[in-house]
């Protein structure tokens, strides 16, 4: 059994000008030769960042990475005429030989505006073109990503939105729907709302171990069955999130470092299932986080884990 440890977006190690945007604004006020060399230099920047941060990520034995869309900044807006895709072709290339000759996984999250139980037809609409890019992102990285949502809202009325979310899902073109998996939420939607939607809709569900400590009282060894039951008929291997609280009055924010001491809690519940999974740490620490509680698992168990895979028998 394999645990690979990931983290999320920004690397705080590398000093680089991290991934660039342009306001809409901004763009309209530029004249059209203007707009256009500013998006090649912004979207040249953000993907050679991109490579570096594979790079980066092979070079530390980090084989777990999400992205973000924002790498192609105002590509879901109709109007923007810019070519993100064919314009930078070699780029789009180079980069994905380098995560199929590193046998990296790559998913997305994309943010709270991608809605899909929204009763505006709009933000719906919205949602769709978002999930688009991403599709188109993972086509032109070959890879085989997943993205991540939330249910969303629930206002007053959670079983509505539920089924809303639902209705709406199974609206979607079949090649969106085979790539989302939901996760649990810290507010509303809590793992046994999310499992049950998965098992529905039979898409798989990405527990936040985080989220069902705050927002759940059922024990996790009830449910984890059925979660990685959800994985079943998918090549990818299950995934979750771990992150600790940032302080015991902030429970929903997330600290800058992960507890070593609450993580090997999570692991003696893992071990049970003998199951491959990819554990996103999403704290504020990033890839120094990872590295750091790699550290503390090595110096104390160096037995259990090597290249920032951790091993359980």
Request: net charge positive.
């Amino acid at each position: 059994m394999k645990l690979r440890l990931g983290y999320a977006v920004k690397n705080l190690t590398l000093e680089l000008n991290q991934f660039r945007t342009i306001t809409y604004t901004r763009y309209k006020s530029l004249d059209k030769d203007t707009a256009i060399k500013v998006m090649d230099e912004i979207v040249t920047h953000n993907l050679n960042t991109l490579l570096t941060v594979i790079d980066y990520n092979y070079k530390h034995k980090i084989f777990f990475y999400r992205l973000t869309d924002d790498i192609l900044p105002l590509a879901t807006i109709p109007n923007i005429n810019y070519d993100y895709f064919n314009k930078h072709h070699k780029l789009w290339q180079k980069i994905a030989a380098k995560i199929q000759k590193y046998g990296m996984r790559i998913d997305s999250h994309p943010s709270q505006y991608c809605l899909l139980n929204s009763e505006k037809e709009q933000v719906y609409e919205n949602s769709l073109a978002i999930l688009e890019l991403n599709y188109q992102i993972f086509q032109h990285l070959n890879i085989e990503g997943q993205i991540i949502l939330h249910v969303g809202c629930g206002k007053n009325n959670k079983e509505y939105y539920k089924e809303l979310f639902i209705q709406n899902f199974l609206k979607l073109p079949e090649h969106i729907k085979k790539l989302i998996t939901l996760e649990n939420d810290d507010l509303i939607y809590n793992s046994l709302d999310t499992l049950l939607i998965c098992e529905k809709l039979h898409i798989p569900m990405t527990l936040d171990y985080h989220h069902h400590q705050i927002n759940s009282s059922i024990k996790i060894q009830d449910l984890l069955p059925r979660i990685l039951n959800t994985w079943q008929n998918h090549k990818l291997p299950p995934k979750m999130h771990f992150s600790s609280p940032k302080n015991s009055h902030e429970k929903r924010s997330h600290h800058f470092y992960i507890s070593y001491h609450a993580f090997l809690i999570f692991l003696n519940i893992l071990k049970f299932y003998n199951t491959d999974i990819d554990i996103m740490l999403e704290c504020k620490g990033k890839d120094e986080a990872l590295l750091k509680l790699s550290r503390q698992i090595k110096f104390y168990y160096p037995h259990l884990i090597k290249n920032n895979t951790i091993y359980l028998s």
